[in-house]
């Protein structure tokens, strides 16, 4: 069974920073590009970003709204996807989601992450 | 402002068949497929339908997707007090290089 399980998240203050993480377990972690959405409070869903497999290239991608303020990493060994937030701003609050695979095939619980002073 | 149109509701008595839009542009939709998300209240958002009209194994083919032009529809038949939930249509963007979704239409089953 494909789990994704989340941890992280909380409230920060504006121009503070939050790591989230993803623990993946059910598929071959490694083989899988994987991405952030985030859906603000009452709103609709918004890509963050991804990252590819290493097989892929390893590389990132970024929605602007974030590009340079948040990073996505991967660790093949854990079986576990990061998102490091910083600068975060007030309408950075909203839940985010890891998913898997291209069509975000499977979605984590979420974390909620608030960003008020 | 998403960029994917969708209405913001849709409702059906149970039985019934139920079609939601999503309208885009050629950037989108016109040369790239569509996915369908369901997020029933409270919960994480889950693959309903992915390339225009293939079901994840375990929907139900009660649901159904088409794609034309730079528009694409999800319909549900013989609609059930579960189909209650928020849908979501999204599309890869050529010139935004990344995904984008719709504003979501929320589904009432009177």
């Known amino acids: 069974e494909v789990q994704l399980v989340q941890s992280g998240g909380g409230l920060v203050k504006p121009g503070g920073s939050l790591r989230l993480s993803c623990a993946a377990s059910?598929?071959?972690?490694?083989?899988?590009?994987m991405s952030w959405v985030r859906q603000a409070p009452g709103k609709g869903l918004e890509w963050v970003g991804r990252i590819k497999s290493k097989t892929d290239g390893g590389t990132t991608d970024y929605a602007a709204p974030v590009k340079g303020r948040f990073i996505i990493s991967r660790d093949d060994s854990k079986n576990t996807l990061y998102l490091q937030m910083n600068s975060l701003k007030s309408e950075d609050t909203a839940v985010y989601y890891c998913?898997?695979?291209?069509?975000?095939?499977?979605w984590g619980q979420g974390t909620r992450v608030t960003v008020s002073s | 402002q998403s960029v994917l149109t969708q209405p913001p509701s849709a409702s059906g008595t149970p039985g019934q068949r139920v079609t939601i839009s999503c309208s885009g542009s050629s950037s989108n939709i016109g040369s790239n497929t569509v996915n369908w998300y369901q997020q029933l209240p409270g919960t994480a958002p889950k693959l309903l339908m992915y390339?225009?009209?293939q079901r994840p194994s375990g929907v139900p083919d009660r649901f159904s997707g088409s794609r034309s032009g730079t528009s694409a529809s999800l319909a549900i038949s013989g609609l059930q007090s579960e189909d209650e939930a928020d849908y979501y249509c999204?599309?890869?963007?050529?010139?935004?290089?990344?995904?984008?979704f719709g504003g979501g239409t929320k589904l009432t089953v009177l």
């Open positions: 059910g598929f071959t972690f490694s083989d899988v590009w």
């Open positions: 999204a599309a890869w963007d050529d010139s935004l290089n990344g995904p984008v």
């Open positions: 998913t898997a695979r291209g069509s975000f095939d499977y």
């Open positions: 390339s225009n009209n």
